[in-house]
């Protein structure tokens, strides 16, 4: 007889692992693929994991808050606590969002600034934008030593250290 699953058996398998593919889901639940993509994209949505690495992994990021859990929230006789209490949810789950957009965007500003860097350079630099037009022996200097400088930036910007000034640091000292 074919088992039903529900949304709730696929959280209590996520919890506690740190990452989650659909893969894994789909056969830790013993579910069909579209099955456990679609528990996916409800995770996903609700917060539960994070956005997929090139890997296909997503982050495990916690439980959910469920607002509506088995048993009622205690209904007070007060509308203006209550209401009191709704704010404070609300001001809570702001504070998270701009926690999370504050951490994404310090994630993201490295590489943008990167580009913005490489671009300036690339503007400074080559030959078709650095060097005068009428003269073509400058124009030819500006070229070769644009094919020769390029390379090292290029490791530098992307974070790998730059062998000729690490031998020449070390040769000078």
């Known amino acids: 007889m074919p088992r039903f699953l529900r949304y709730e058996d696929a959280l209590a398998w996520v919890r506690g692992r ?7 889901l ?6 069909s693929p579209a099955t456990a993509a679609t528990f996916l994209r409800r995770m996903e949505a609700e917060g539960v ?13 916690g439980e959910r808050r469920r607002r509506w859990s088995a048993e009622p929230s205690p209904v007070t006789s007060d509308p203006w606590a209550e209401l ?4 404070a949810e609300a001001a ?23 580009a913005v860097l490489r671009r300036l350079l690339v503007r400074e ?9 009428d003269d073509p022996g400058l124009q030819a200097a500006y070229a070769e030593v644009f094919k020769r400088v390029w390379p090292r930036i290029e ?15 070390s040769g000078g000292a």
């Open 18 to 24: 740190t990452r989650l593919t659909a893969e894994d």
């Open 92 to 114: 809570a789950a702001a504070h998270r969002a701009e926690v999370a957009e504050a951490r994404l965007a310090a994630h993201a500003a490295p590489g943008e600034r990167i």
């Open 26 to 31: 789909a056969r830790g639940l013993d579910a």
């Open 84 to 87: 009191a209490r709704l704010r």
């Open 49 to 61: 994991i994070g956005l997929a690495g090139p890997d296909g992994a997503h982050p495990v990021l």
């Open 125 to 133: 630099l080559h030959p078709d934008s650095a060097a005068p037009v």
């Open 155 to 169: 490791r530098v910007l992307d974070g790998e250290p730059d062998s000729a000034a690490a031998q020449a640091g």
